[in-house]
């Protein structure tokens, strides 16, 4: 098993829906993030949480919105989706106690398509 | 402001062949670095990363990078390409500080094997 796990794993979706993303961690990682992907892109950073009391926005978080219900579990959300949002969203973790240069682990990614 | 830079956005070896990645990295701090692998359809998979001490790092798959100050560059590299080795390369630079953590990351280099 997956120590992250991300569900769904591909979604399509209608623009102006609201779409949430889940993930898990059995990893016992501190840190959770979020990422998007876009091909020739990269990865860009759209929130990351230290633990469940603390949430912060990252490079492209405007249109999205997240949740940290536990420190194992981290929701992405689009309250309503709009076509340039389709991408690759990938949710990752690290261990703030293995100290600087901690290694950031991924799951396997959500595709989502909105149409 | 932190950047990563990967020149060429494909590249294209034969199967035995020298595999060579590159990245170019600005920051103002001393920076963590990072090269990860994704093949089709996968998240993200670490290959190695350099903190601090040897500047010669050893990774997964017989993969290794070299940090070089002076150059600003951490360029992957590996002595025989194989078939499997076809996959997108991403270079990351972790920022840490003021609030702020994660990884910054290159576009992404597309590495084609020919048999």
């Known amino acids: 098993d997956a120590d992250v796990t991300q569900t769904p794993r591909n979604r399509i979706t209608k623009t102006g829906k609201r779409i949430m993303l889940e993930c898990s961690q059995t990893k016992g990682h501190d840190r959770m993030y979020w990422y998007r992907q876009d091909p020739g892109l990269g990865l860009q950073l759209i929130y990351y949480s230290f633990d469940v009391k603390d949430i912060n926005k990252g490079e492209i978080s405007d249109g999205y919105s997240v949740s940290r219900q536990a420190q194992a579990k981290f929701s992405l959300s689009l309250e309503s989706a709009i076509p340039n949002q389709t991408a690759l969203y990938f949710c990752a973790t690290s261990d703030r106690a293995t100290g600087a240069g901690n290694t950031i682990y991924f799951g396997e990614g959500s595709w989502l398509t909105v149409v | 402001a932190q950047s990563v830079t990967q020149l060429g956005s494909h590249v294209s070896v034969s199967e035995g062949a020298l595999v060579l990645l590159r990245c170019n990295y600005s920051s103002s701090v001393p920076p963590y670095l990072f090269w990860y692998v994704q093949y089709p359809n996968q998240g993200l998979q670490l290959l190695l990363k350099?903190?601090?001490?040897?500047?010669l790092v050893k990774g997964i798959n017989g993969f290794e990078a070299e940090f070089k100050k002076s150059e600003t560059s951490f360029h992957l590299t590996k002595p025989s390409a194989h078939m499997s080795d076809a996959a997108e390369y991403f270079c990351a630079l972790m920022y840490s500080g003021g609030g702020a953590d994660g990884l910054t990351f290159g576009k992404g280099t597309h590495l084609i094997i020919q048999p």
């Open positions: 350099y903190t601090t001490g040897a500047t």
